[in-house]
Every structure is written in structure tokens, then in C-alpha cells.
């Protein structure tokens, strides 16, 4: 099989990993990758929201499945414009990608459905904000209502600060918050059959015990051993099916990786967020221990054969990644500063560029993360920080606690 993955940061470098793994895979090419991605695939320089260019740049390589890694391109089109050459490709229609692309258009298809999530208004003013704001009380959850690269949100109990977002961004969606420590489940979906991932949990805001602001992600581990038991199947059954059941009835059928953002609350689950591929960083703890070969499982949803894909395998033990961040990320990120360290296998790049004289270089906000696996939690965990402190970049920050209340068994689920 010839896989054509686009995108290129950190989330792509590991898929890229698992894709690399797979028997099946006979040639892997990355469009426009990261020098970590090249120690394992062939790079292209593609831009990835040009659905022309993506899908010129398949038939060309003769890509048998074209995976497509980041939110911006699915929304743009690159998987229709990839599909209309008759190549199968893992990731959702536009139209279906907008479960992420449009806050506004995941409630209502979530309030179709019956999914169970936070209340919430679309508002486009400062008077109907002020108004949502007033129901729902602080903590004041205001989120962009389009994309925004994983930091369109704010949740603070700080009024000013939950007004001004809503400003800056035009429209919004605003929620009442949601109590509870909070999950993210992958789910690999031909538009009806539909395979679970193992639950993992994120780290969205920049600094120690969840402080400051939101960013993309500064880390994250799997699996989750203060889970509910069932807290998967239920997923299934009262938000991942009834999606897709509503998505096939409004002609748009999603197919590819549902992302579903949740809050484990005291009255059980709710969804905070879809979003329309994989997360990142918890992609690169799930596929470290993904047993099934990742080709063959993306190639099923893309082609309408998932039901009859073998039950997944996962390997022992637990997984954990620490995302290095460049100096003044995330409002300001500085680039260009030498990285060293990053060239060792666990060390996934995600903003990174290489010089003609094979200097690395950041080149993003979140520079690279390193990623372990270990026999439980806590010996990944010191593995994944080992990996970290090695890693020199002048300026350069990380969180200190990713896992940390899990390891100690302090993750509580409000009763």
C-alpha cells in the first residue's frame, strides 16, 4: 500500500510512526512533513489546504490511501478533491467536518441527536454575550465558533477577560462550564461502523496545575486508570452512534476520526467539544500502544469495510508525552533557535525545521514532545521526562506535572 500523509507537525509525525510500521505499507510519503517525519517517509512540499494540489500530488504518487492529518485541510475540501480521483482517503467530507469547523453546527447536530452536553448560545454581539454570560455565571466558558487551532477557548471566572475573547473573536459560542476532569476519545469511523480508541487525557492549559492560558496541548497519557468502567461503551452508545446516525440523515456522513472532547461530570458524561481528526498530543500516546497495524485500520474506515476489521489490539503498559514549547508560546513563540537532543527515537517533532547543514531549528510554538512507554503509568512517565531533559532549546518551557495526579491517584470523579 502507498500512503500520501498530509500535514506536518507533531500529531503527523506520529502517525507517520505508526503508518511506517504497518507490513502493509510499501512506500510512505509526507506532504510537507518535519525533519522527523523524514527519517521515515519521502517529503513532498505541498501546501495542505490546496485541495488541487493535495489531490494532483496523490494521483502522482499513486497514493492507494491518502491520510490527512490537521483540521484546516478537511475543512477546506482536500479529502472531496482527493476522493473525486477516485482514491481512498481517511478523513471527513467538508461538509462533515464541519462538526469541528463550526461550534455552532456540532451543537446542532448534538441537540438533534440527543447527545448529552454543556447549554449554550451562539452569539455574534456583545449584548446577547452579555446576556449568556449573565445564565450561565463564572466559570465563563466563550469559545471561537470556527477554527482556531486548539486555542479558540477561554474558560475563566474573570468577566472582562471572557468578554474580551468574545470580542476579539465576532462569534462565539457560550457555554455553562462543565465540572469534571475531562477525556479524549478517538473513534475510527467508516460513517456507520465505528472502533473506539483508548480513552487518553490532555493537558490544554500552559503551565503547572493547570494554569495560565489555553494552548494546543502541553501533554498528555493514556490509558486513564481513574476512568468509569463502561465510560467507553456509554460514549458509544449516547453520543458516538447517535452523531452518526444524525450525520447520515443530514446527507453528510462522517467518516474518519471523530474526536470527542469530554467532561466526566457528576451526572455522567458530556461532551465539550468534536473535533474532525486526530488530537494532538494524546495521537502520539494512543498509537504508542496500538498494536493493530494503523495502515489497514485507516484504509477500512476509508473504503466502508470497517465492520469487518478484526477487534483492535493494544499492547501493556501506559503511555505518556511532554511538549517542549518555545519561549513566549502561546501568545508569542520565538523561532529560529537552535535544538538539540531531538534526533532520538521517542522524540517526536512537531515544530521543527532542519538547515541545509543539518542544524535543527524551531520553527513553531510547540517544538517537539517526548514520548514513552512504560510498563504502568509511572515508569512512563519517567521516561517520557527523561527524553525531555535532553532536549536543549534556549527558552524553551514544559509542564512538570503531565500524569502526575494519575500516577499519585488523585484524579476524582465528582460523585
Same mark, same amino acid.
Given at each position: 500500500?502507498?500512503?500520501?500523509?498530509?500535514?506536518?507537525?507533531?500529531?503527523?509525525? @506520529?502517525?507517520?510512526?505508526?503508518?511506517?510500521?504497518?507490513?502493509?505499507?510499501?512506500?510512505?510519503?509526507?506532504?510537507?512533513?518535519?525533519?522527523?517525519?523524514?527519517?521515515?517517509?519521502?517529503?513532498?512540499?505541498?501546501?495542505?489546504?490546496?485541495?488541487?494540489?493535495?489531490?494532483?500530488?496523490?494521483?502522482?504518487?499513486?497514493?492507494?490511501?491518502?491520510?490527512?492529518?490537521?483540521?484546516?485541510?478537511?475543512?477546506?475540501?482536500?479529502?472531496?478533491?482527493?476522493?473525486?480521483?477516485?482514491?481512498?482517503?481517511?478523513?471527513?467530507?467538508?461538509?462533515?467536518?464541519?462538526?469541528?469547523?463550526?461550534?455552532?453546527? @456540532?451543537?446542532?447536530?448534538?441537540?438533534?441527536?440527543?447527545? /448529552?452536553?454543556? %447549554?449554550?448560545?451562539?452569539?455574534?454581539?456583545?449584548?446577547?454575550?452579555?446576556?449568556?454570560?449573565?445564565?450561565?455565571? /463564572?466559570? &465563563?466558558?466563550?469559545?471561537?465558533?470556527?477554527?482556531?487551532?486548539?486555542?479558540?477557548?477561554?474558560?475563566?471566572?474573570?468577566?472582562?477577560?471572557?468578554?474580551?475573547?468574545?470580542?476579539?473573536?465576532?462569534?462565539?459560542?457560550?457555554?455553562? &462550564?462543565?465540572?469534571?476532569?475531562?477525556?479524549?476519545?478517538?473513534?475510527?469511523?467508516?460513517?456507520?461502523?465505528?472502533?473506539?480508541?483508548?480513552?487518553?487525557?490532555?493537558?490544554?492549559?500552559?503551565?503547572?496545575?493547570?494554569?495560565?492560558?489555553?494552548?494546543?496541548?502541553?501533554?498528555?497519557?493514556? /490509558?486513564?486508570?481513574?476512568?468509569?468502567?463502561?465510560?467507553?461503551?456509554?460514549?458509544?452508545?449516547?453520543?458516538?452512534?447517535?452523531?452518526?446516525?444524525?450525520?447520515?440523515?443530514?446527507?453528510?456522513?462522517?467518516?474518519?476520526?471523530? &474526536?470527542?472532547?469530554?467532561?466526566?461530570?457528576?451526572?455522567?458524561?458530556?461532551?465539550?467539544?468534536?473535533?474532525?481528526?486526530?488530537?494532538?498530543?494524546?495521537?502520539?500516546?494512543?498509537?504508542?500502544?496500538?498494536?493493530?497495524?494503523?495502515?489497514?485500520?485507516?484504509?477500512?474506515?476509508?473504503?466502508?469495510?470497517?465492520?469487518?476489521?478484526?477487534?483492535?489490539?493494544?499492547?501493556?503498559?501506559?503511555?505518556?508525552?511532554?511538549?517542549?514549547?518555545?519561549?513566549? &508560546?502561546?501568545?508569542?513563540?520565538?523561532?529560529?533557535?537552535?535544538?538539540?537532543?531531538?534526533?532520538?527515537?521517542?522524540?517526536?517533532?512537531?515544530?521543527?525545521? %532542519?538547515?541545509?547543514?543539518?542544524?535543527?531549528?524551531?520553527?513553531?510554538?510547540?517544538?517537539?514532545?517526548?514520548?514513552?512507554?512504560? /510498563?504502568?503509568?509511572?515508569?512512563?512517565?519517567?521516561?517520557?521526562?527523561?527524553?525531555?531533559?535532553?532536549?536543549?532549546?534556549?527558552?524553551?518551557?514544559?509542564?512538570?506535572?503531565?500524569?502526575?495526579? @494519575?500516577?499519585?491517584?488523585?484524579?476524582?470523579?465528582?460523585?
Amino acid at each position: 500500500m502507498r500512503v500520501l500523509l498530509v500535514g506536518g507537525g507533531g500529531r503527523e509525525h @506520529a502517525l507517520a510512526l505508526g503508518l511506517a510500521g504497518d507490513p502493509s505499507v510499501t512506500a510512505l510519503i509526507a506532504a510537507p512533513g518535519n525533519p522527523g517525519i523524514a527519517s521515515v517517509a519521502e517529503l513532498r512540499d505541498v501546501a495542505p489546504t490546496d485541495p488541487a494540489a493535495v489531490a494532483a500530488l496523490a494521483v502522482e504518487v499513486g497514493a492507494d490511501l491518502v491520510v490527512i492529518g490537521p483540521e484546516a485541510p478537511l475543512v477546506a475540501g482536500v479529502a472531496d478533491a482527493v476522493r473525486a480521483k477516485g482514491i481512498a482517503v481517511f478523513g471527513p467530507s467538508a461538509e462533515a467536518a464541519r462538526l469541528e469547523g463550526s461550534k455552532t453546527f @456540532a451543537k446542532d447536530v448534538m441537540t438533534a441527536a440527543k447527545v /448529552p452536553t454543556a %447549554r449554550a448560545y451562539t452569539c455574534t454581539e456583545q449584548e446577547s454575550t452579555g446576556r449568556a454570560l449573565d445564565e450561565f455565571g /463564572p466559570p &465563563y466558558v466563550v469559545k471561537n465558533d470556527g477554527l482556531a487551532a486548539g486555542k479558540g477557548v477561554v474558560v475563566t471566572s474573570d468577566r472582562a477577560v471572557a468578554e474580551e475573547h468574545a470580542q476579539d473573536c465576532g462569534r462565539v459560542v457560550v457555554e455553562e &462550564y462543565l465540572a469534571g476532569p475531562e477525556v479524549s476519545l478517538f473513534v475510527v469511523t467508516d460513517g456507520e461502523a465505528a472502533l473506539p480508541l483508548l480513552p487518553a487525557q490532555d493537558f490544554k492549559r500552559v503551565g503547572d496545575g493547570d494554569t495560565g492560558p489555553n494552548t494546543g496541548g502541553m501533554g498528555a497519557y493514556a /490509558p486513564l486508570p481513574w476512568a468509569p468502567p463502561g465510560l467507553v461503551d456509554e460514549v458509544m452508545r449516547d453520543v458516538v452512534h447517535p452523531t452518526l446516525v444524525e450525520m447520515r440523515r443530514r446527507g453528510t456522513p462522517f467518516a474518519g476520526l471523530l &474526536y470527542v472532547g469530554l467532561a466526566i461530570t457528576a451526572v455522567g458524561p458530556r461532551v465539550i467539544e468534536f473535533n474532525a481528526r486526530f488530537g494532538d498530543p494524546e495521537t502520539q500516546v494512543v498509537l504508542a500502544l496500538l498494536e493493530t497495524p494503523l495502515a489497514g485500520l485507516l484504509h477500512a474506515a476509508a473504503t466502508g469495510t470497517l465492520a469487518a476489521h478484526p477487534p483492535l489490539r493494544w499492547r501493556d503498559g501506559a503511555a505518556v508525552t511532554v511538549v517542549v514549547a518555545a519561549e513566549g &508560546y502561546p501568545a508569542a513563540p520565538r523561532t529560529g533557535d537552535v535544538i538539540t537532543g531531538a534526533d532520538r527515537p521517542g522524540v517526536i517533532h512537531a515544530g521543527t525545521r %532542519r538547515d541545509a547543514d543539518g542544524t535543527l531549528r524551531s520553527a513553531g510554538g510547540r517544538v517537539v514532545c517526548g514520548t514513552a512507554t512504560g /510498563p504502568d503509568l509511572a515508569a512512563a512517565r519517567d521516561a517520557a521526562y527523561a527524553l525531555v531533559r535532553d532536549i536543549e532549546l534556549a527558552g524553551s518551557h514544559h509542564r512538570t506535572d503531565i500524569a502526575a495526579a @494519575a500516577v499519585a491517584g488523585q484524579v476524582t470523579v465528582p460523585a
